[in-house]
């Protein structure tokens, strides 16, 4: 069996000092439930019914990272979609099942066309059910694979809390509405964040995982052209960066062409993404707002520049804050079989 992919010498030299004090300490940290009987997530909690889930979910994801340098963003992301739609509890994964009781997640504006990776966890999910039967929860499964994923790309390590049990229905509407989308403006942007239990800190700090994966032409063309198509650019942006964009992003057409979030280093996690900010070549509105709209945000944005060990200490903490969001835990939900349809 492959070695834990987070336990790397680099992982455990950055992962954040408060996260582990916490964790390595045995009190679980607190989670939420939807009934069915309170159980707190634990870092432990597969230790004794499926003990080899780590190396199974790191040797896959290692695997697909390896064939496709793209996948790792892709999977951190999946867990903020989730996270952000009823909680942690997989709900994104979950496919239309014919009976109109809900309408799948992977059909909203932030999700369709853009959200990638289910088949990876697919073929984890498989994996696993081979080794621990109906013992690992899918919404474990996506909060492991974003860790797994951020440290194969060079980013900090921590310990996932576990124990999150998976939802019965997912929300087309939550996906539409609750996640922030790239032209909102930092105060409703804020007010996402904060609604989902998360302060600036961590708006700021998860922001940063645009140092790896790809930006879709259509998320940021309003820029390069104006919210109309009417020519007026974007000051906040670098004139010579939206030159280069708008040469692969016309006015109309090319939605899908992608373009990479962090020009300098697409594919390794790093502080870079801030450095970025400071220069006027983030590619978002979303992210270039958090140096000219807010001073707190500004703040952090500078500093997160300045030391790229400040930023993995609150990337890894706030990872583990947003994977705590509304877990259902105990008797609610269900372990799914198959992480694209509830079993009943």
Known sequence: MARRQWSSGLAVAVAAVAVLSLLCSGHPVPGHHGGGGFVPLN????DHSCPQMHGIVGAIVAREHAKDPRMAASLLRMHFHDCFVQGCDASVLLDADGSGR??????SNPNRDSLRGFEVIDEIKAALEHACPHTV??????????RDSTVLTGGPG?????GRRDSLTASLSGSNNLIPAPNDSLPTIINKFRNQGLDIADLVALSGAHTIGDSRCVSFRQRLYGQNNNGQVDRTLNPGYAAQLRARCPASGGDQNLFALDLVSQFRFDNQYYRNILASNALLSSDQILLTQGRDTMELVHRFAANQGLFFDQF???MVKMGNILPLTGNAGEIRNNCRRINH
Do not use: G, M, Q
């Not at 870092?43 to 597969?46: D, G, R």
């Not at 929860?137 to 974003?146: E, L, M, T």
């Open 43 to 46: 870092p432990h909690f597969y």
């Open 102 to 107: 809900f309408t799948t997640e992977k059909r």
């Open 137 to 146: 929860s899918c919404a474990d499964i996506v909060a492991v694979v974003a």
């Open 158 to 162: 921590w310990e996932v809390p576990l």
């Open 316 to 318: 890894a903490k706030s």
